[in-house]
Nanobody, 115 residues
Framework: QVQLVESGGGLVQPGGSLRLSCVAS?????????MGWYRQAPGKQRELVAV???????NYADSVKGRFTISRDNVKNTVYLQMNSLKPEDTAVYYC????????WGQGTQVTVSS
């Protein structure tokens, strides 16, 4: 089994920044997994925010390009999402995903962007 635990969410004003972290544990060889961040706003479907492959290549949703940065630390079994210039429309529950043959999900962390 693989466990993913997110942290770093919270309330921030528009234009502010947050850094999300996701620590993986359990039966995981972290560096062979593709890691990603997804989000789900109330009444909407879960959507991809950013992914990073095991080789370090990245891909972002158009809505966050230039504002968010995904990175990984294979020593610490951790994936990060640096979020800058946050907008109210970024408000959602953010989920960490690990993918290798099958998907694993964290429990989610709430991000609220509001003045």
């Amino acid at each position: 089994q693989v466990q993913l635990v997110e942290s770093g969410g919270g309330l921030v004003q528009p234009g502010g920044s947050l850094r999300l972290s996701c620590v993986a544990s359990g039966s995981i060889i972290f560096n062979i997994y593709a890691m990603g961040w997804y989000r789900q706003a109330p009444g909407k479907q879960r959507e991809l925010v950013a992914v990073i492959s095991r080789s370090g290549s990245t891909n972002y949703a158009d809505s966050v390009k230039g504002r968010f940065t995904i990175s990984r630390d294979n020593v610490k079994n951790t994936v990060y999402l640096q979020m800058n210039s946050l907008k109210p429309e970024d408000t959602a529950v953010y989920y960490c995903n690990a993918r290798f043959i099958q998907d694993y999900w964290g429990q989610g962390t709430q991000v609220t962007v509001s003045s």
